[in-house]
């Protein structure tokens, strides 16, 4: 039997509370996603940063 596993690898990550009206991870991502790779931008609660990931799917 096969299973799909979503994976995600970080990319880079951002602290959250960059100044008001700054988006380095948006910034970050929509360059990432220009040269190709689909990035995204997601937060994590645990650390307070927004992490750039890329998805990709692992075949077990």
């Known amino acids: ?3 799909q596993v979503e994976a ?3 990319l880079e990550r951002f602290p959250a509370g960059s100044p008001r ?3 380095p991870a ?3 991502a929509a360059d990432q996603r220009a040269q190709g ?3 995204q931008v997601v937060m994590d609660l645990r650390t307070d940063q927004f992490l750039v990931v890329q998805d990709s799917s692992l075949t077990e």
């Open 37 to 39: 790779i689909d990035a």
């Open 21 to 23: 009206g700054s988006w």
């Open 8 to 10: 995600r690898t970080v």
């Open 26 to 28: 948006e910034e970050y």
């Open 1 to 3: 039997m096969t299973t």
